[in-house]
């Protein structure tokens, strides 16, 4: 029996997947959650073989529930529903060691296959999603994504070059380099470029 635990924060669609796949006999819904936080504390209570997670839910996002599978070394392996092909996304969750990734309007069927291929250690990754990376990678450095996440939150450029300890001048070529690698006109529109395709997330 494949042990599940399921976190959407959308009410009517979490009970509708969980009646679905305890249709199936392998597979056994042990956890509903409705944010990151309630569905962390029931991966660490219940251990279960897979968390399929919704990328974005209050509290913690999906992502941010992978990450610390990853880190507590947890051995839940992870499938996120996202209705975005955001190629930042993808690429975060590729780095936090995600099984699945698929799209929410996947089949309940196709969802349970994917349980059963994550569950014996296969990776299931919806094929507009990983395309959307080919089509549109993320043009920034690491460093420049650094800057430009920071300018998100409204820091100013000093700021931002106290909080990396850069100068000014440095952090302003940064920025620049970000604008012109975005195609972007100013600092606002880079920001509203950047978090549009995920790169800041």
């Known amino acids: 029996m494949i042990r599940i635990v399921l976190a959407e924060d959308q ?21 509903q959650a409705e944010n ?75 969802l349970a296959d994917a349980i059963r291929r994550v569950y014996d250690g296969k990776r299931v990754i919806n094929s507009e999603l990983s395309l959307a990376v080919w089509d549109d990678p993320c043009p920034l450095s690491p460093r420049e994504r650094e800057v430009m996440k920071l300018a998100a939150q ?16 440095t952090v302003r070529n940064y920025m620049s380099e970000a604008i012109g690698k975005l195609g972007a006109n100013t600092r606002i529109e880079a920001i509203d470029i950047a978090r549009s395709k995920g790169w800041l997330d």
Do not use: H
């Not at 009970?15 to 956890?31: C, K, M, R």
């Not at 999906?62 to 990853?70: N, P, T, V």
């Open 154 to 169: 409204g820091l100013v450029l000093q700021d931002i070059g106290a909080q990396l300890f850069l100068s000014y001048g």
């Open 11 to 31: 009410k009517l669609l979490r009970g509708a997947l969980a009646t679905l796949l305890s249709l199936e006999d392998d597979i056994e819904v042990v956890g």
């Open 36 to 110: 990151g936080e309630e569905v962390m504390s029931m991966i660490q209570q219940y251990e279960p073989d897979v968390a399929v997670l919704d990328i974005e839910m209050p509290l913690k996002t999906g992502l941010d529930i992978a990450e610390l599978i990853q880190k507590n070394k947890s051995a839940c392996r992870v499938i996120i529903l996202t209705t975005f092909a955001r190629p930042g996304y993808f690429q975060r969750a590729m780095q936090a060691g995600v099984y699945g990734y698929l799209l929410k309007d996947t089949g309940s069927e196709e």
